[in-house]
């Protein structure tokens, strides 16, 4: 089924940088700009925004990641570990919303499938298999978008599509590297929330793959697709295009936390191994992965312990002898949550600039120039000796 947009206000919005956005061709108005600096208060359309942590529970407490939101706004999160999926054995969600009407942003997991040639009939479409979703063959972008929504939604009264729309220049906005397996698309509905009429826009970024395997019975391929970035706007029907700054801001702001995406590393590197030792055992991939699952269950504490002592042990290796120590990635999150660059200083040893610029220049006595130029140079028309400081590893 083939959407088109009826004439309509066009859905094709990302934030950028500040109020710059994607035009409706999907190229960025100010493709070098960076997201606004934490240090400094971020006020659109009068809304003051904070940042807000995504914490996961099952992992001690250790923070997801964060994004930018209304202050006043409700904000919700959830972290879903299911060990029995591992190839992707972790989902999250968030959302903000506005407490004074029906105003929301909402981020979803993504959308993920996958099928087999040859397809020897072994595996039933619609279940989920170690983190994907079998199905025989694959669908359009937008069809997984409508499905989705559909089902999402299913709930409320007098649901209608509007129309989709190709945007070529999300990927990038969300610094995806530009390949073909990479697509952007909007899809716009209406419906009543609780009596009163509502907008929500929804957004995602396509992708595919196709992963080869060799075994006793010659080469199959897995084709693999579906959809990421998944998020959605809702506004009372008519505000959406005024309030959507808000929104974008929180879309682009999301920021993930280094040291958890290492564990989540670990985590899925030690289920690879543990369900291939099942299969070993003359476990079926189905068998594998439930045993896996429940003994993990039943040992989560042992597990969890396990991979602290990988990750204690990484991080001492890391550490070469006689040389400064590297900054954690807990310190790097840290700045990235603040906004902030810390550079090596001849003057300090580290100083702090806010991101919104690339390069950093200092004279080596406590002054400094920023610039997002990559041509500037302070030398050519100050006093003083200005050399450009290089990132602190």
């Not at 947009?5 to 940088?17: D, G, Y």
């Not at 606004?36 to 997801?64: M, N, Y």
Request: hydrophobic fraction near 35%.
């Amino acid at each position: 089924m083939t959407l088109t947009f009826p004439s309509v206000p066009v859905i094709c919005s990302v934030l950028v940088a500040g109020p710059a956005f994607l035009d409706c061709q999907g190229e960025p108005a100010n493709a070098k700009a960076e997201p606004p600096a934490l240090t400094t208060k971020l006020v659109i359309d009068g809304e003051h925004f904070s940042f807000h942590t995504i914490r996961d529970p099952q992992q001690g407490g250790l923070a997801v990641g964060a994004f930018a939101a209304p202050e006043k706004w409700r904000i919700n999160s959830q972290v879903v570990w299911d060990y029995q999926h591992t190839e992707s054995p972790v989902t999250y969600s968030y959302s903000a919303e506005n407490p004074g009407n029906e105003e929301a942003f909402f981020g979803y997991p993504p959308l993920q499938f996958f099928t087999l040639r040859p397809d020897y009939n072994l595996n039933r479409p619609g279940q989920n298999y170690l983190g994907w979703v079998f199905e025989r063959e694959a669908q359009p972008p937008a069809q997984i978008l409508l499905t989705f929504v559909r089902q999402l939604r299913a709930g409320q009264a007098n649901l209608k599509v509007i129309g989709v729309k190709d945007l070529p220049g999300l990927p990038a906005a969300f610094k995806i590297p530009p390949t073909d397996n990479h697509h952007g698309l909007g899809l716009k509905v209406t419906y009543e929330l609780k009596g009163k009429p509502v907008e929500e826009e929804f957004y995602a970024v396509s992708f595919s793959g196709n992963v080869p395997y060799d075994g006793p019975q010659g080469r199959t391929w897995e084709p693999k697709w579906g959809l990421g970035y998944l998020h959605s706007f809702r506004a009372p029907l008519g505000t959406l295009d005024k309030r959507r700054p808000v929104f974008a801001a929180s879309a682009k702001s999301f920021r993930s936390n280094p040291a958890w995406e290492k564990r989540k590393a670990a985590i899925v590197a030690y289920l690879a191994d543990q369900y291939q030792r099942q299969l070993q055992a003359g476990y079926d991939s189905i068998a594998a992965a439930g045993r896996l699952s429940r003994q993990i269950s039943a040992n989560n504490d042992a597990m969890i312990a396990s991979i602290d002592r990988q990750l204690a042990a990484s991080r001492a290796s890391s550490g070469g002898s006689g040389a400064p120590a590297a900054r954690s990635s807990m310190d790097k999150y840290d700045d990235y949550i603040r906004g902030v660059d810390t550079t090596d200083d001849p003057y300090w040893g580290t100083s702090q600039h806010s991101i919104n610029e690339q390069y950093h220049w200092t004279d080596g006595y406590g002054s400094y120039r920023n610039s997002n130029d990559p041509s500037y140079d302070p030398n050519r028309n100050e006093n003083g000796n200005w050399q450009i400081m290089q990132p602190t590893r």
